[in-house]
């Protein structure tokens, strides 16, 4: 034991001295740590977000502002606690430039203070977003390439109003994003909310009951929110349950590339909101979906598109200090310009370090080939800002 | 009146896919002492193997049908690789080594069927709702998992209770050294008994499958539910396994269906919906504790 603690001393003061010798050598790959899901039940997302990461890599050349970098992969496994470990990890062994990633809301607010505030690391969110991030929580080594839990929601129910539905049911799964969600649709949608459903999560996948509460509340709509796979596995139920032509069910973050292959035909015509479309038709965009469809024979989804923006976003900040990212402040002001081609078209950042940008409403339907994917029908939402940033103390 | 029907029916539902699975576990635990995590696996195994032998036949049934002895034949792999050499072993070294067969399965399923996870479609024949009541409308899939579940819970009773290997299986259960004594060809009981329990815990997951989608790790959530289910029902025992299935497949849809209404009478509506779910999550342990205080052994449970 003794001889073992030695031996952990020692490497640890090597690597201090190694970590300190760093800047020193000036062609030092920048590092990247990148925290996803890349094993269990939700894995297809966290490698929809790899492959968009290793496709920025490959638009990139290697290369940010002169200089090489690589990412280091971390798998969360869906839960807080570990997405927490492997954060630490990256900061403190790996000693990474910017960590980026985080599909899940609970994961990404256990994980933000070890990284933001005991690391001094820029932390970007490629998809998590909770309200208390935007408001309250809002950090200056925080950037999202994302949105806010409440306004995808937000979009779906203003376009909904607007379409004069009268009465939802609401459903989601019961944690961070998915409370902000419901938050979210109800600021928006003025109707009457006849019922709402907060199941157990992750570990509910039979809705059998809800559905039956659903039939004898009887509502204009539908509205979830569940991610991967409990999307595929809701919108069977709802189908087998014979509500499908029935009450029409509207969604966010439930139906896209990464949940269609598996749901098919059961969830054409569905309406969604969202920020980005595979099929907004902007250069970035188009370079983005055409190649990663050339690759890999599929659509990417927003999670991949958000990843691969995450990376353009460091890029620019390097490209603009011309690779040199050891001054935080700096790096951070460059950062705040979002001054790079996303793939959602041009965004401004927000005092809160959250995108000001649109909202698009979206269905599911088949390309011309048969496959499905979803195109946009409608703007919900033009240069929207979260709710929540008048909270957040940074100006 | 008709909710309430429709209600009670999603909870019988869900009790007889839990008896499939408790049944295989009360049985390896009460006569072969072994308490094996991995039998969530077994349950992931059913499902992915008729995956691909759906997608072989292009039949539902037929490609079910091919599965399960498939599954039988995996029992007996698992039982003779592994199981076996853990019966003699404590009851920690059987959670270690059964817990690594979690790993081991959840790996073997993402090498050969890859991580997205799969789905099976249900039979056309199946696909859409029955009027169990006129003007009450229920799934025809899952009024006929309810068939074919109360059908294979009729088939165990009969042979647990009038032949001549049920009648070995239930003097294992309640003393295990004694019929080994009487020249009981053990290793063969054992190794049915854990083939046996395997096809039940795959036929239920394969059941499933259509409603929830084939996932990794889709047996390890619904496991620990299961051995709350062989608690109450008493260590060994087939009866109160399905009892206790039924209870808490009632108690499951209750918690969800009508607790967050009970507790909007007196709660704000915003903290009842995020309380239920709460709740009703611990309702099942705390109907086991209730139980466990009664009667310590579970319902039906061998007094030793």
């Known amino acids: 034991m003794k001889s073992k603690l030695f031996g952990t001393a ?158 939802l ?88 590339a990464i949940t269609l292959p598996l749901q098919k035909d059961l969830a054409l015509g569905t309406l969604g909101a969202q920020e980005w479309v595979n099929d907004l038709p902007n250069d970035a965009n188009k370079k983005y979906v055409a190649d990663f469809k050339k690759k890999h024979g599929v659509y990417p989804s927003y999670y991949g598109a958000q990843s691969y923006d995450a990376i353009m976003l460091i890029a620019s900040a390097a490209e603009a200090l011309k690779g040199d990212v050891s001054d935080k402040s700096k790096v951070r002001a460059e950062m705040k310009k979002a001054n790079f081609k996303s793939v959602r078209g041009d965004f401004k950042y927000n005092t809160n370090q959250f995108p000001i940008q649109n909202f698009y409403i979206q269905e599911a339907v088949k390309d011309p080939e048969g496959m499905m994917t979803v195109k946009t029908i409608a703007t919900a939402m033009k240069d929207a800002k979260d709710p929540f940033y008048e909270k957040c103390s940074m100006k | 009146m008709d909710y309430l029907l429709l209600q009670m029916l999603n909870g019988v539902q869900l009790g007889l896919l839990m008896f499939l699975l408790a049944a295989g576990l009360t049985l390896t635990f009460g006569i072969m002492d072994l308490v094996n995590l991995a039998h969530g696996s077994l349950y992931m195994m059913g499902a992915y193997i008729a995956w691909t032998t759906i997608g072989w036949t292009d039949s539902f049934v037929l490609g079910a049908l091919l599965a399960l002895p498939v599954i039988f034949l995996l029992g007996l792999v698992v039982e003779a690789v592994v199981a076996r050499r853990l019966y003699v072993r404590n009851h920690l070294d059987q959670v270690l080594a059964t817990f690594g067969l979690i790993l081991f399965f959840n790996e073997l399923v993402r090498v050969i069927w890859g991580p997205a996870g799969k789905s099976i479609a249900v039979p056309t024949f199946l696909n859409h709702t029955v009027e169990i009541l006129p003007g009450v409308p229920y799934p025809a899939y899952r009024f006929a998992i309810i068939v074919v579940g109360a059908v294979v819970a009729v088939l165990l009773a009969w042979l647990v209770a009038r032949t001549r290997i049920g009648m070995l299986i239930r003097a294992g259960a309640s003393n295990r050294r004694m019929i080994g004594a009487l020249g009981v060809n053990i290793e063969l009981l054992f190794s049915l008994v854990f083939g046996l329990g395997a096809v039940f815990a795959g036929l239920a997951g394969l059941m499933a499958a259509p409603i929830t989608s084939v996932k990794i790790g889709m047996g390890d959530d619904i496991l620990i539910l299961a051995f709350v289910i062989i608690v109450i029902g008493g260590i060994g025992s087939i009866k109160g396994a399905f009892i206790a299935a039924m209870v808490v497949g009632q108690i499951d849809i209750v918690g969800r269906a009508f607790l967050p209404d009970l507790l909007k009478t007196f709660l704000s509506a915003s903290a009842a919906s995020s309380a239920a779910p709460a709740i009703s999550q611990v309702l099942v342990y705390i109907v086991m504790a209730g139980v466990l205080v009664w009667r310590p052994t579970g319902l039906f449970g061998q007094r030793q």
Request: aromatic share 10%.
């Open chain 1, 10 to 167: 020692t490497i640890a003061a090597l690597a201090t001295i190694a970590a300190g010798s760093l800047p020193a050598v000036a062609q030092s790959p920048i590092k990247i740590g990148f925290v996803s899901t890349f094993s269990g039940p939700q894995a297809a997302i966290g490698e929809d977000m790899r492959r968009s990461v290793e496709l920025a890599k490959e638009h990139l050349g290697g290369k940010m502002g002169g200089r090489p970098f690589e990412i280091v992969y971390e798998d969360d496994q869906f839960k807080p606690d570990v997405g927490k470990q492997k954060s630490e990890k990256l900061v403190q062994q790996d000693k990474v430039n910017f960590i980026a990633g985080y599909i899940w809301s609970n994961v990404l607010l256990a994980s933000l203070k070890p990284v933001t505030d005991e690391g001094d690391t820029i932390l970007i969110s490629a998809n998590a977003g909770p309200s208390q991030i935007a408001g309250e929580l809002c950090n200056k080594n925080f950037f999202s390439t994302s949105w806010v839990n409440d306004q995808t929601p937000m979009a779906m129910g203003e376009y909904l109003q607007s379409k004069g539905v009268k009465s």
């Open chain 1, 169 to 256: 049911y609401l459903m989601a799964g019961n944690y961070a994003a998915g409370k902000d969600m419901l938050a979210g649709v109800k600021r928006t949608f003025k109707g009457q909310i006849v019922g709402e459903d907060l199941t157990k999560w992750p570990d509910q996948l039979d809705f059998s009951a809800e559905l039956a509460k659903i039939r004898a509340a009887k509502p204009d709509g539908i509205f979830i929110f569940y991610p991967g796979a409990h999307g595929v596995q809701f919108l069977t139920q709802y189908a087998q349950a014979g509500l499908k032509g029935q009450i029409p069910l509207y969604q966010v973050f439930s139906i896209d």
